[in-house]
């Protein structure tokens, strides 16, 4: 018996032409990538070339864990999302079918190593995954016509790119079976089983005459290839989607490996325009961000704000900024500047839409590929507030007051101090000997309900044994509400104030129970000079119990729900020491439907808890809905807008017989007393 092999040009002649079609279609889609590159250099400059090492270990973890095994597609991101099971098959069987039959196609053409046993498992491996390619795209066709979830938006070039897989994929099976048909089929049959897909075509073409067979082989062989090549200069010429297969390495490598939290400063001293009012004044990686986009719409999915029935679609955004692109520069071979142009704030992307953000980054988490929606939204909102002094009346109310009183609690009659008087607290001013300062935040310093929370630190810290103080007067807002309301040039000056007065006392740990407080004094205030060891309390508190040095003597008794707050869970992953708490206290945690990086806002984030909202939008409400569905009796939180935000939609929705809103440290301090 002959050893098994095929012959690579069988039936074709000329076959130096198909490498001439190959080079033409190389040479156009090099064009559009270069011109794609002159496109995104319009963009502001953004320093995101400093550590290749760091850059190359964690796009090689995400290349492996989310590229070849798909952990986000799947949505097996913490934690599980099952709904995401068949788009993440989908796109498994096409993703690993297009690998391997590139590679199969690169290895077939090496005749000499193609025999035998090799050849055989060649053959089996490259039909089977050519075939998992055509139930993807089928998947796909499916999902996308029949299925149509809300989140797709269906486009002629997406009809268009899924049927040329599935035509050059289904032609490529085609010429193997009229092939096999012609060879194998009559002097080996049993080799011809080793290739299934072409098999099934070959039988069905087994009663052709030689001819016949030759004559169709070589039209449909040059069809496959004209096809495929054309696939090239698709890509390069209609804008396809297809080309995120190019974009979306790059934008994964290149993106953010800082704090998640930090939002970029703005140099005042050398920049003349504010945030992006134009295209151009949108970085070159966020305009990479809008080529790379694949309209997955996950980040629609995510999004609070556009499931509470909001303006805001941050996939919409992204879409919307991408167009505006291509009509500013439009032109498929050479770059060029149209005449006229609409204005980008107000115009392309409306005011509302930019306000309606919590900065909550549940778009950022859903994303397979590292979009940065809030980057991009946050630059556009501190246009509209520096620059144009476009924002809600109760925006410039709560930035006026961080600016004259040193807080955004407008009309508040309390200060600084009210919350502590009675409990003979120290300021770092008075105190020779402390662990550590407990920024005590604008919310548990002014607001009634936050101060209860003040008071459950203070009692934890005690029962502790912990030598702590507080700044008291000379404590102000740590800037983040004037940050995330767009006034990066107000947030600068609180926060160099705030930094020579901690400079002053020597401040060098600082606990919080404001996850906002935690974040901006963690990674934002470092750009400014101020390094400090910042811990918040969930996670000081868990230490101390995990130590030793705090005993529950009073474990409460509350079929309880830990709502994961977005800046303490998805900014900085802390997850674990909230529920150690909760379960050191109560004995058990009831997980609401959406948690840890899946968690729902409470809609809080952002400055709005400050903004007056139209009652049938609000996020909250939502998310109390979520609670009381659950049957808990308790939502404990971590942090003081959400606190509020709860408190507010329990009153909403006429919840207050049903569940109640506490603060982690509250059910600490309580269990933590004897009352025997």
């Not at 190959?22 to 064009?31: K, N």
């Not at 939290?261 to 961000?289: R, S, Y």
């Not at 008087?421 to 300021?427: A, N, R, S, V």
């Not at 990066?488 to 919080?512: A, D, G, S």
Request: proline letters at 4%; charged letters at 25%.
């Amino acid at each position: 018996m002959n050893e098994a092999s095929r012959e690579v040009y069988w039936n074709i002649n000329y076959e130096w032409l198909m490498y001439i079609l190959a080079t033409i279609g190389i040479v156009v889609l090099l064009w559009g990538i270069f011109i794609h590159i002159k496109r995104l250099r319009v963009g502001r400059p953004s320093d995101r070339a400093g550590n290749w090492w760091q850059r190359t270990k964690a796009f090689i973890y995400l290349a492996v864990v989310d590229g070849l095994f798909h952990r986000r597609f799947f949505g097996v991101d913490k934690p599980v999302r099952p709904r995401e099971f068949f788009p993440g098959t989908m796109h498994f069987f096409i993703f690993w079918g297009f690998i391997i039959l590139l590679l199969a196609t690169i290895i077939g053409t090496a005749e000499s190593i193609l025999k035998g046993n090799v050849y055989l498992a060649f053959s089996v491996i490259s039909d089977v995954f050519g075939i998992l390619v055509i139930i993807g795209v089928l998947m796909a066709l499916f999902r996308r016509y029949i299925w149509k979830p809300k989140r797709l938006d269906n486009r002629w070039e997406d009809l268009g790119a899924l049927l040329i897989i599935l035509v050059a994929i289904v032609t490529g099976f085609v010429v193997e079976g009229l092939r096999i048909a012609a060879t194998e089929l009559q002097i080996n049959p049993d080799w011809a089983v080793w290739s299934p897909g072409g098999w099934v075509f070959a039988k069905a073409f087994s009663g052709m005459s030689q001819d016949a067979l030759m004559g169709w082989h070589i039209g449909l062989w040059w069809f496959h290839i004209v096809l495929a090549v054309g696939l090239f200069a698709y890509v390069a010429l209609v804008n396809s989607r297809l080309f995120h297969i190019l974009w979306d390495p790059i934008n994964i490598f290149f993106r953010n490996l800082g704090p998640r939290g930090a939002m970029a400063p703005i140099d005042f001293e050398k920049t003349e325009h504010f945030g992006a009012a134009k295209i151009e004044d949108l970085t070159w990686k966020q305009l990479l961000d809008l080529d790379s986009c694949t309209r997955c719409g996950r980040c629609q999915d995510a999004c609070p704000a556009y499931s509470s029935g909001k303006a805001l679609n941050p996939k919409q955004i992204i879409l919307d900024l991408r167009q505006h692109l291509l009509d500013v520069y439009p032109g498929k071979f050479s770059l060029k500047i149209a005449p006229s142009r609409k204005d980008m704030l107000g115009g392309v992307i409306t005011d509302e839409v930019i306000w309606d953000c919590t900065t909550c980054r549940a778009c950022m988490q859903a994303c397979p590929i590292c979009i940065e929606h809030v980057d991009t939204i946050m630059d556009m909102r501190r246009n509209l507030a520096m620059e144009q002094s476009r924002f809600p009346e109760a925006v410039q109310d709560t930035l006026k007051s961080l600016g004259a009183r040193g807080h955004p609690y407008r009309g508040t009659s309390a200060t600084r101090t009210t919350w502590c008087e009675g409990l003979d607290i120290e300021t770092v001013a008075d105190a020779k000997d402390i662990d550590i300062l407990y920024w005590v935040g604008c919310s548990a310093s002014l607001d009634d309900r936050n101060m209860k929370v003040a008071h459950a630190v203070v009692k934890v810290l005690r029962a502790a044994g912990v030598k702590f103080a507080i700044l008291g007067d000379e404590e102000a807002c740590c800037g983040d509400p004037a940050r995330r309301l767009g006034d990066e040039y107000l947030f600068q000056t609180i926060c160099q104030q705030n930094i020579e007065v901690l400079k002053t006392h020597n401040v060098k740990r600082i606990l919080t129970s404001c996850p906002h407080c935690f974040n901006s004094l963690k990674f934002e205030y470092p750009q400014f000079g101020g390094n400090y060891e910042v811990v918040h309390h969930t996670q000081f508190f868990s230490d101390l119990l995990k130590i030793g040095r705090l005993k529950v003597k009073n474990p409460a008794s509350l079929k309880a729900a830990y709502h994961d707050s977005c800046y303490l869970g998805r900014y900085n992953d802390i997850y674990d020491e909230p529920r150690a708490i909760l379960k050191a206290v109560n004995g058990k945690i009831i997980e609401l439907p959406r948690c840890k990086s899946d968690s729902f806002c409470c809609g809080g984030g952002g400055g709005h808890v400050w903004m007056d909202e139209d009652p049938d939008k609000r996020v909250n409400n939502r998310r109390v809905e979520e609670v009381v569905k659950t049957g808990v009796n308790c939502v404990a939180t971590a942090c003081p807008y959400c606190l509020t935000m709860f408190e507010d939609g329990i009153k909403a929705k006429d919840a207050e017989g049903i569940v109640k809103a506490l603060d982690l440290s509250e059910l600490l301090a309580e269990a933590l007393e004897d009352n025997k």
